[in-house]
């Protein structure tokens, strides 16, 4: 996300949160130093970096650190760092996933295997619509994630609520996520939680405007050769420019919404948990 864009939808995710009674913890990593929660100076310094920071998973970690650099920490690595603080709840924008071809390529996020070992809920409003969602959803089952979408039958795909694919499992409150994830810790799974949240309606960029943004997207990605750790910026990227902006707006409020959400299942589960 552009600055100032990212700044201001930062402050305006933390504002939501904690108008919901949880508390935010941004999560980076700053001049090579971990950081759960930052002062709105950090907060700053973060956006104002934008791509300059190092797009961080968990493979990056230990370099990042021993650069003492700052990094920008994917879901796998804000995963990791949750954990180590006992946070049990992440709010996100979107997870990453089995990339389109990835049959071929062998592209899979690491966020998938992340959710497979590190016991942590993921808000998110879904799998990026740029990947391929089936098989995504297909790698999960086998690396034993509970995936659940939130007040729908169908697993929202990002900027759309529709993806054409099924939910494994549908809850309607937080108080019913809160439950699952209490489940969760209390088995000692060692496996995360995927809570996939639609974007409001209203918000909602028509599902053909974006999917042939997509499309033109990835035939560039494979005329310019982008590859690894680039695609998905380059994709996001593309398809905000393919729609005008629309897409870039949709992100913004589905990442609000997820707060919101996310904020109440973390005091639901509070709650269980005393």
């Given at each position: 996300?552009?600055?100032?864009?990212n700044?201001?939808t930062?402050?305006?995710?933390?504002?939501v949160?904690?108008q919901?009674?949880?508390?935010?913890?941004?999560?980076?990593?700053?001049?090579?130093?971990?950081c759960?929660?930052?002062?709105?100076?950090?907060?700053?310094?973060?956006?104002?970096?934008?791509?300059?920071?190092?797009?961080?998973?968990?493979?990056?970690?230990?370099?990042?650190?021993?650069?003492?650099?700052?990094?920008?920490?994917?879901v796998?690595?804000?995963?990791?760092?949750?954990?180590?603080?006992?946070?049990?709840?992440f709010?996100?924008?979107g997870?990453?996933?089995?990339?389109?071809?990835?049959?071929?390529?062998?592209?899979?996020?690491?966020?998938?295997t992340?959710?497979?070992?590190?016991?942590?809920?993921?808000?998110?409003?879904?799998?990026?619509?740029?990947?391929?969602?089936?098989?995504?959803?297909?790698?999960?089952?086998?690396?034993g994630?509970?995936?659940?979408?939130?007040?729908?039958?169908?697993?929202?795909?990002?900027?759309?609520?529709?993806?054409?694919?099924?939910?494994?499992?549908r809850v309607?409150s937080?108080?019913?996520?809160?439950?699952?994830?209490e489940?969760?810790?209390?088995?000692?799974?060692?496996?995360?939680?995927?809570?996939?949240?639609?974007?409001?309606?209203?918000h909602?960029?028509?599902?053909?405007?974006?999917?042939?943004?997509?499309?033109?997207?990835?035939?560039?990605?494979?005329e310019?050769?982008?590859?690894g750790?680039a695609?998905?910026?380059?994709?996001?990227?593309?398809?905000?420019?393919?729609t005008?902006?629309?897409?870039?707006?949709?992100?913004?409020?589905?990442?609000?919404?997820?707060?919101r959400v996310?904020?109440?299942?973390?005091?639901?589960l509070?709650?269980?948990?005393?």
């Amino acid at each position: 996300m552009p600055y100032p864009q990212n700044l201001s939808t930062a402050k305006e995710v933390e504002s939501v949160v904690k108008q919901h009674g949880a508390t935010p913890a941004t999560i980076a990593i700053l001049n090579g130093v971990p950081c759960i929660g930052l002062t709105e100076e950090e907060l700053e310094f973060l956006a104002q970096c934008g791509s300059a920071a190092a797009k961080t998973s968990r493979r990056d970690i230990a370099q990042v650190i021993s650069r003492g650099v700052t990094g920008a920490t994917t879901v796998s690595a804000t995963m990791f760092f949750a954990a180590k603080a006992g946070i049990h709840v992440f709010v996100t924008g979107g997870i990453g996933g089995v990339h389109r071809l990835g049959e071929s390529t062998l592209d899979i996020s690491s966020d998938l295997t992340e959710l497979g070992r590190t016991p942590v809920v993921v808000v998110c409003a879904g799998v990026k619509s740029i990947l391929d969602i089936p098989r995504t959803l297909e790698y999960l089952e086998t690396q034993g994630v509970t995936v659940v979408s939130y007040g729908t039958e169908e697993f929202p795909a990002f900027f759309t609520s529709k993806s054409g694919c099924k939910a494994p499992c549908r809850v309607d409150s937080p108080e019913q996520c809160a439950a699952i994830a209490e489940s969760n810790l209390k088995l000692e799974l060692q496996s995360g939680i995927l809570i996939a949240v639609p974007i409001p309606d209203q918000h909602s960029a028509a599902a053909e405007h974006v999917e042939t943004a997509i499309q033109t997207a990835l035939q560039e990605m494979r005329e310019k050769n982008v590859q690894g750790n680039a695609v998905t910026p380059f994709l996001l990227k593309r398809v905000n420019e393919l729609t005008g902006g629309d897409s870039l707006a949709s992100n913004i409020e589905l990442i609000k919404n997820n707060a919101r959400v996310g904020a109440q299942i973390s005091v639901a589960l509070q709650e269980k948990m005393r």
